[in-house]
Structures are given as structure tokens and as C-alpha cells.
T-cell receptor, first 118, second 112 residues
Framework: DTGVSQNPRHKITKRGQNVTFRCDPI?????LYWYRQTLGQGPEFLTY????????KSRLLSDRFSAERPKGSFSTLEIQRTEQGDSAMYLC????????????????FGEGSWLTVV | GQNIDQPTEMTATEGAIVQINCTYQ??????LFWYQQHAGEAPTFLSY????GLEEKGRFSSFLSRSKGYSYLLLKELQMKDSASYLC?????????????FGAGTRLAVHP
């Protein structure tokens, strides 16, 4: 059984550098989400995909952030010109949306990718 | 817009019962979730309510009142390993798309 997989798990980068995180969702899941979480806060929604289509982006996602899911399977989240305020845990999650039924709404999270910008 | 409120911190004794409350306001309610998150780890799914009433799953139960915009998570027979943050999250379909909006979480400390 493979859950949601994220890598790298930890990344330390200098301010101004670009970083990219990868997420492999649960294989049959058609929806993929990116969240950001800082200490003492709940996860904040960034964006999500239905298959390869990016359906919604939060206002939190500045133009330095870009996410892709080119083949409707894995996804990447790139942060350009990182700033210290970007330091957070970036969580990927996936779900299977089917016709009706509560289980289609359940979102399963990966272990997260910790970013520290120094 | 959306607003989710839950207490910041709670403490309880091993073996006791604790209730964590959550109130929410959202324009496109499509269900309420509770997640558990241990420090430094990802949230893990606990429960889902979309209809009013109580859902029981082992030591954990979750209640929903849609008319009051209110839910609670009930933890029975507390164990030390239950020390964690508990996240209330609302499934919101306003704008036509379904996403989870999280509260800030309630940090529960279980003492011997």
C-alpha cells in the first residue's frame, strides 16, 4: 500500500534560490492538493488539481509559486526567488472523487516537505 | 468567506474524556472533517460528518449540527499517545470546486 509520497522531506536553501518539491499521490486518486503549514497553524490551502487541470489557486500563491501536474499523476510545486517567509511545511494531499458517497471527500496527506530559507 | 474556530490548547488526564469544539462559517458547506496531527508529522484522517448527528469510531466520536455551524470531537479513555493537535476542517464547495479549509488546530496534552 503506497500512500502520498513527497520529496525531498527536508530542504534548506539560501534566500533567492529556487526550490522544487515533488508529490506522488495515491495511484488511483484524481485530485491532488497543495497546502502550506507553519508552526501552530492549520494547513493553508494553496492550489488543487483535478487530473491535470489546475482548478483553483489561493491568493496565498504569489507569482513566485507555480504548480504543475502534467500527466495527471505526480505534481511539482516550484518556488522561485525564495524568501524567509516561505519557510514552512508544504503538504501534498490526494483524494478520489467519485459519484456520490462520503469517502470521495476524504483527503489523505503525505508526510510533508519542510522548507527552511536562510 | 470561511471562518473556523477551535480552542488553541486543552489538557486532560489519562483515562478521562475530552471534548474539542469547533464552530464554522462557510457559504458552501459540504461536510466536516477531523484530523489528528502529531508534532512534525502530516495530518491523519479521523472522522467525517456531512449529516447532523453523532458518528462513532472506537474511542473517537464526532458530532455535527449544520444549523448551528458546530461540531465536536469526543475522545474517550484518553491515552498518552493522544497528545497531538486536532484539526477541524470544513469541506467547502463555494466557487464550484471542493476544497478543505482548516482551523488552526487544538493542541491536546494528556497527562498521567
Amino acid at each position: 500500500d503506497t500512500g502520498v509520497s513527497q520529496n525531498p522531506r527536508h530542504k534548506i536553501t539560501k534566500r533567492g534560490q529556487n526550490v522544487t518539491f515533488r508529490c506522488d499521490p495515491i495511484s488511483e486518486h484524481n485530485r491532488l492538493y497543495w497546502y502550506r503549514q507553519t508552526l501552530g497553524q492549520g494547513p493553508e490551502f494553496l492550489t488543487y488539481f483535478q487530473n491535470e487541470a489546475q482548478l483553483e489557486k489561493s491568493r496565498l500563491l504569489s507569482d513566485r509559486f507555480s504548480a504543475e501536474r502534467p500527466k495527471g499523476s505526480f505534481s511539482t510545486l516550484e518556488i522561485q526567488r525564495t524568501e524567509q517567509g516561505d519557510s514552512a511545511m508544504y503538504l501534498c494531499a490526494s483524494s478520489l472523487v467519485s459519484q456520490g458517497g462520503a469517502s470521495g471527500n476524504t483527503i489523505y496527506f503525505g508526510e510533508g516537505s519542510w522548507l527552511t530559507v536562510v | 468567506g470561511q471562518n473556523i474556530d477551535q480552542p488553541t490548547e486543552m489538557t486532560a488526564t489519562e483515562g478521562a474524556i475530552v471534548q474539542i469544539n469547533c464552530t464554522y462559517q462557510t457559504s458552501g458547506f459540504n461536510g466536516l472533517f477531523w484530523y489528528q496531527q502529531h508534532a512534525g508529522e502530516a495530518p491523519t484522517f479521523l472522522s467525517y460528518n456531512v449529516l447532523d448527528g453523532l458518528e462513532e469510531k472506537g474511542r473517537f466520536s464526532s458530532f455535527l449540527s449544520r444549523s448551528k455551524g458546530y461540531s465536536y470531537l469526543l475522545l474517550k479513555e484518553l491515552q498518552m499517545k493522544d497528545s497531538a493537535s486536532y484539526l477541524c476542517a470544513v469541506s467547502d464547495i463555494s466557487g464550484g470546486y471542493n476544497k478543505l479549509i482548516f482551523g488552526a488546530g487544538t493542541r491536546l496534552a494528556v497527562h498521567p
